[in-house]
Structure formats: structure tokens, C-alpha cells
């Protein structure tokens, strides 16, 4: 099936099993697209969404499982890695898990490791307040290497706890995210995934902070990632099957004449192959 099955009735599609959820063919992750290389310390991720693409991969490969993800193991050889100085791009961190409270101190001690050769670094998080307040007071020196990017997809909270239940609330994350433009910090956010269909709560929200882009992204790979990484209640059935046609590419058609002429609005691959904008180079971040 791809996305172009639109003619489909969403409303009998609801009745039918989760089978009937698109599978997209594009299976990038989103990382090719805003940078040039991952860095990661951590295997698993308190976060635990639902729809995550390293939560899929490594229970695929059995390293987890659908219950231990939650547990958060630091890999030492990982960490104490030296870095050395990358043309052409950010380095993205993290891609495959978050930086929490519970490994602040280690996180600042990776980001040092990869700042110290004069890297450029993309900082990829659900945010903590506690972690963004440390990582902006800490790396004051380094302002100009470092591009936040707050991953919001929805302002609806119990939306948001559905999908992420590790994750922060969306007040946390709007605090952190004024917190590093105060510091005067480069911002930017990641609406990838959308998780509802009133994503222009959340760019309204955001802008004032932002500095550098706002990503709009679908929920990839959807049918795959939910069936490795959870059990498929009713709930989760019907609030997929929900988004999948808040999704369809005639709601993405209308979302990019809404947006297309805001300069801080990018679309992610996906989108981009629906509405024919060409796709970025890779490390391009556009
Ligand atoms: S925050 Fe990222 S790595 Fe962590 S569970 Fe969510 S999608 Fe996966």
C-alpha cells in the first residue's frame, strides 16, 4: 500500500484491523536530512514512544525488548570516544535516545568530547528543562556550534502522554525552549511526528522562540513501528488509524498551501515527495 491510496474511505477504513494502516515506503528516519553523522551513548530511552524508529530496530535485532527499551544503558566505549573535526555539516545528537536527567552529567561530558575539535552539533531532544538549563549554562563558549532542535508534536498534553509516555510535558518543553533563546542560543523545533491535526497550535506557540526552522513531518513507517513496539489495543488502533487520515495526502496538500510561504517552515522527505518540493541534500538541514 502506499500514500497515495487516498480515494480510500478513511471512515470504513476505522472498522477494519490495524492492517489497513499505511506503510510508507520512504523509510529515512529524518537524521540524513539534518546532518551529516549520529552521535549516541545511551542504548533504550525513557521516553518510550510509541512510533520509534530505534525502539523498532533494536527489538527487530533482538538487543531489546518491547519492555526494557524504557531502560537506559550507557555504552562506556561510546562515550569516551574522541571526535575529530567533520566537514560539511552538524553532527546530530542524540538520534537513538534522549538526553535525560538521569545521564546529564555524562551527556555534557559526550557533547564536550565532540564540540572540543570545533564540530558543529545539532542537539535533538523531547526536552528537560533541568537538562537544556545545564547544557546552556555549560557551553556558553560554544553558542555559535550549537543548533537546538525541541521535538513538539502536539500541544495537547494527554496527545502527547499517549504517544511519548516517558517524555516531558508540552509546558516543559516550551520552557526549555525559551530558556536556550534567552541565552541566546539557536533554535529550532521538530513536528515530527504530528500527532494531531491541529499542528498550527504548536507553531503558533513556538515561533516567538524560534531562530532557525520549524520541521513539519507524518509519522513514518507506522504500521511497522507500532506492531515491534507495542501491544495493539483497541485504543491504539483507533487513535492510528485516527492520525492515519488526519495524514492523507490531501490534509498534507492543504497543511503546505497553509504554510509554504512561511520562511521558518520546512517539510520533511516525506511531505516533500507529496507536494514535489525536490529532497535536501544530505547534512543540508533544508
Ligand atoms: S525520544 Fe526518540 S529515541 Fe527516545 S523513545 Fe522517543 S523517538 Fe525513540
Given at each position: 500500500m502506499t500514500t497515495q491510496n487516498t480515494k480510500l474511505n478513511f471512515r470504513a477504513k476505522a472498522q477494519i484491523e490495524l492492517k489497513s494502516i499505511c506503510v510508507m515506503k520512504n523509510n529515512s528516519n529524518g537524521t540524513k536530512e539534518w546532518s551529516i553523522e549520529s552521535a549516541n551513548f545511551i542504548s533504550g530511552c525513557r521516553n518510550d514512544c510509541k512510533?520509534?524508529?530505534?525502539?523498532?530496530?533494536?527489538?527487530?535485532?533482538?538487543?531489546?525488548?518491547?519492555?526494557d527499551w524504557k531502560e537506559e544503558f550507557v555504552k562506556s566505549s561510546k562515550l569516551n570516544k574522541s571526535w575529530r573535526l567533520r566537514e560539511g555539516g552538524r553532527i546530530m545528537f542524540p538520534s537513538?535516545?534522549?538526553?535525560?536527567?538521569?545521564?546529564?552529567?555524562?551527556?555534557?561530558?559526550?557533547?564536550?568530547?565532540?564540540?572540543?575539535?570545533?564540530?558543529?552539533?545539532l542537539i535533538v531532544s523531547k526536552p528537560h528543562l533541568e537538562c537544556i538549563k545545564a547544557i546552556c549554562d555549560e557551553f556558553v563558549n560554544y553558542k555559535d556550534k550549537i543548533l537546538f532542535r525541541f521535538t513538539i508534536g502536539s500541544s495537547d498534553n494527554a496527545t502527547l502522554k499517549f504517544w511519548e509516555p516517558g517524555a516531558p510535558s508540552f509546558d516543559e518543553?516550551?520552557?526549555?525552549?525559551?530558556?536556550?533563546?534567552?541565552?541566546g542560543y539557536e533554535t529550532s523545533i521538530s513536528c515530527e511526528p504530528m500527532l494531531d491535526?491541529?499542528?498550527?497550535?504548536?507553531?503558533?506557540?513556538?515561533?516567538?522562540?524560534?531562530?532557525?526552522?520549524?520541521?513539519?513531518?507524518?509519522?513514518?513507517?507506522?504500521?511497522?513501528?507500532l506492531t515491534m513496539n507495542t501491544q495493539l489495543t483497541q485504543e491504539l488502533k483507533d487513535k492510528a488509524n485516527q492520525l492515519y487520515g488526519?495524514?492523507?495526502d490531501d490534509k498534507i496538500r492543504a497543511l503546505y498551501e497553509r504554510y509554504k510561504d512561511d520562511p521558518l517552515i520546512r517539510w520533511k522527505g516525506e511531505i516533500k515527495t507529496i507536494v514535489g518540493l525536490p529532497i535536501g541534500e544530505i547534512g543540508s538541514d533544508e
Open positions: 512510533y520509534c524508529f530505534s525502539k523498532a530496530t533494536a527489538i527487530y535485532n533482538k538487543s531489546k525488548t518491547q519492555d537513538s535516545h534522549d538526553i535525560t536527567p538521569q545521564h546529564l552529567p555524562e551527556a555534557i561530558q559526550f557533547l564536550k568530547n565532540i564540540l572540543s575539535p570545533g564540530n558543529q552539533v518543553r516550551i520552557a526549555s525552549l525559551k530558556y536556550a533563546f534567552e541565552t491535526n491541529k499542528i498550527g497550535n504548536v507553531v503558533a506557540a513556538v515561533k516567538p522562540y524560534v531562530t532557525h526552522s520549524v520541521w513539519l513531518g507524518k509519522m513514518n513507517e507506522m504500521k511497522h513501528r488526519w495524514q492523507l
